[in-house]
């Protein structure tokens, strides 16, 4: 009777000792993000004010909505951050299936909506969600799942590293013709990204980039709509009123912020000259109203969040927890750096938000998720 009685007491303590064990999240981290965030919603604000005005005649109209995806956003990065990331494993497979159901009824009429020429949501207008920004999550997870499983098979090409590209291929096919070239791009960097730095054999990631090149160059090739953003990115200027508006508008903006800006508020590209001002081209309105040096306050901070997130992973208690955060850490690091690159003339035009900083629910949702699944294993490392 004497034994039985203190079990309990003794598995409450060691429950204790447990929680209190677990680490307090990253300040680096969490600030890197809360600057990012900051950032965003003044430049969202900036950035949509004449548009809002216009179309809605208020001005918060595009900030109003922001704070809304933000208060949501980070109600599910708590939830994130609080659950035992080691039980996410069992639904990997899930994630992934009931991605690619949503993104196969995305391409079907009336069921998906179409806007601005691509058909990338579900739902209403007030209430719709893009599902390619879901399957990014979906895909880390299952990738690190599998590749933690996989262990020292990671290195062998038909076991390891084909079957988690078919996997990220599945995802990118539906995306690339909804169509949106920057999101099924962009997986295809974070899986590679994430099977080199789970131990794959450069030569076999090269080996399948070289397979995989020539079908991108042919559905490349055959789309007037992609083909014509290609030749628009190698020269702009050739056709700056129609296929290479985009950038040129974007490059002169930031040709007029100098080193220190015009001044918040003070942008003039966003009256209608630059298209998506306040999404796809908010870091152009950035440069041409806080200068070289905002643009350089952004960067660093996106650094500053790389490399405490990777940090974190090497700290990771287990193979899944450092693949996990490495994953999300790729996905907001590669998606922010081709935004830029975008912004810059350095990449072709794509629909590729700026994490944490431009205006958009989904995106905004899933970047501060995948920032709260870092800070979680940063709490048991």
């Known amino acids: 009777m004497l034994g039985s009685a203190?079990?309990?007491?003794?598995?409450?303590?060691?429950?204790?000792?447990?929680?209190?064990?677990?680490?307090?999240?990253d300040p680096l981290l969490l600030g890197s993000v809360a600057f990012l965030v900051a950032i965003g919603l003044v430049m969202v604000f900036s950035a949509s004010s004449v548009a809002a005005y216009t179309t809605y005649h208020d001005n918060a109209y595009f900030l109003k909505h922001q704070l809304v995806y933000l208060a949501a956003g980070l109600a599910f990065a708590y939830a994130a951050y609080r659950v035992d990331y080691r039980k996410l494993k069992r639904l990997a497979p899930a994630a992934v299936v009931v991605s690619l159901v949503l993104l196969v009824l995305t391409l079907i009429p009336h069921v998906?909506?179409?806007?601005?020429?691509?058909?990338?949501?579900?739902?209403?207008?007030?209430?719709?969600?893009?599902?390619?920004?879901?399957?990014?999550?979906?895909?880390?997870?299952?990738?690190?799942?599998?590749?933690a499983q996989l262990g020292e098979d990671v290195r062998s090409l038909t076991r390891g590293v084909v079957p988690a590209l078919l996997v990220?291929?599945?995802?990118?096919?539906?995306?690339?013709?909804e169509p949106d070239m920057g999101t099924a791009s962009l997986?295809?960097?974070?899986?590679?990204?994430?099977?080199?730095?789970?131990?794959?054999?450069?030569?076999?990631?090269?080996?399948?980039?070289?397979?995989?090149?020539?079908?991108?160059?042919?559905?490349?090739?055959?789309?007037?709509?992609?083909r014509?953003?290609?030749?628009?990115?190698?020269?702009?200027?050739?056709?700056?009123?129609n296929t290479g508006f985009h950038i040129v508008q974007s490059l002169l903006?930031?040709?007029?912020?100098?080193?220190?800006?015009?001044?918040?508020?003070?942008?003039?590209?966003?009256y209608f000259y630059l298209p998506e001002a306040h999404t796809d081209f908010?870091?152009?309105?950035?440069?041409?109203?806080?200068?070289?040096?905002?643009?350089?306050?952004?960067?660093?901070?996106?650094?500053?969040?790389?490399?405490?997130?990777?940090?974190?992973?090497?700290?990771?208690?287990?193979?899944?927890?450092?693949?996990?955060?490495?994953?999300?850490?790729?996905?907001?690091?590669?998606?922010?750096?081709?935004?830029?690159g975008v912004v810059t003339g350095s990449w072709p035009v794509t629909g590729v938000p700026l994490p944490f900083i431009?205006?958009?629910?989904?995106?905004?949702?899933?970047?501060?998720?995948?920032?709260?699944?870092?800070?979680?294993?940063?709490?048991?490392?």
């Open 6 to 25: 203190r079990a309990p007491r003794f598995a409450a303590r060691t429950a204790s000792v447990r929680r209190s064990a677990l680490r307090p999240p």
């Open 112 to 147: 998906g909506f179409a806007t601005g020429g691509a058909r990338r949501w579900l739902g209403f207008h007030a209430l719709s969600f893009q599902p390619s920004e879901f399957a990014k999550l979906g895909l880390v997870l299952f990738l690190a799942a599998k590749l």
């Open 168 to 177: 990220t291929a599945m995802l990118a096919i539906p995306i690339f013709f």
């Open 187 to 226: 997986l295809l960097f974070t899986a590679f990204a994430m099977i080199f730095a789970a131990g794959a054999r450069l030569e076999h990631l090269f080996l399948c980039a070289f397979a995989i090149l020539p079908a991108a160059a042919i559905a490349i090739g055959s789309s007037p709509y992609k």
């Open 228 to 241: 014509a953003r290609v030749f628009a990115f190698l020269d702009p200027w050739k056709d700056a009123q």
């Open 253 to 270: 903006a930031l040709g007029s912020g100098g080193l220190l800006g015009l001044g918040l508020g003070a942008s003039r590209q966003k």
């Open 282 to 340: 908010i870091f152009a309105v950035l440069g041409e109203e806080l200068g070289l040096l905002g643009c350089l306050a952004v960067v660093a901070l996106f650094v500053l969040f790389a490399v405490r997130a990777v940090v974190i992973a090497t700290r990771a208690p287990d193979r899944f927890g450092m693949l996990l955060v490495l994953g999300c850490t790729f996905l907001i690091v590669i998606q922010a750096f081709i935004n830029i």
């Open 358 to 381: 431009s205006f958009g629910g989904t995106s905004l949702v899933v970047s501060l998720v995948a920032a709260g699944l870092i800070a979680n294993v940063g709490r048991h490392r």
